[in-house]
Nanobody, 118 residues
Framework: QVQLVESGGGLVQAGGSLRLSCATSVSIFSINTMGWYRQAPGNQRELVATTTLVGSTNYADSVKGRFTISRDIAKNTVHLQMNSLKPEDTAVYYC????????????WGKGTLVTVSS
C-alpha cells in the first residue's frame, strides 16, 4: 500500500508562488510515475504535471512555463513549484502515484487546497 501526503497549499495573490510537496510511504524508486492533478469546483479532475522514474516530465498546456515538477530522491518526495499563479489555478491539488509493481493501480493523496486571489 502506498500512502501519499500532500502539503504546501494555501492562499496566495495572483502572480505569486507556492511549492507543493508529496511525501510517499515507499521508496520513490518503486514508483514509476508520480504526478499532480487538480480539481476546481464543478470541474473534473485534470492532469497538471507528471514525472517518471527515468526523469521525463509532462505538463498541461495551461501550466507550461509556470510550474515545475521535481523529485527529491533522498526524501521520497515530489515537489510542484508553481510560479506566476493565476486565479484559474485555484483548485484542490492531488498527488498521484503509479508503482512499478502495479502500473494499473492509481494511488491518491487526500489533496491540498490552493487558492489564488485576484
Amino acid at each position: 500500500q502506498v500512502q501519499l501526503v500532500e502539503s504546501g497549499g494555501g492562499l496566495v495573490q495572483a502572480g505569486g508562488s507556492l511549492r507543493l510537496s508529496c511525501a510517499t510511504s515507499v521508496s520513490i524508486f518503486s514508483i514509476n510515475t508520480m504526478g499532480w492533478y487538480r480539481q476546481a469546483p464543478g470541474n473534473q479532475r485534470e492532469l497538471v504535471a507528471t514525472t517518471t522514474l527515468v526523469g521525463s516530465t509532462n505538463y498541461a498546456d495551461s501550466v507550461k512555463g509556470r510550474f515545475t515538477i521535481s523529485r527529491d530522491i533522498a526524501k521520497n518526495t515530489v515537489h510542484l513549484q508553481m510560479n506566476s499563479l493565476k486565479p484559474e489555478d485555484t483548485a484542490v491539488y492531488y498527488c498521484n502515484a503509479k508503482t512499478v509493481a502495479r502500473p494499473g493501480m492509481d494511488y491518491w493523496g487526500k489533496g491540498t487546497l490552493v487558492t489564488v486571489s485576484s
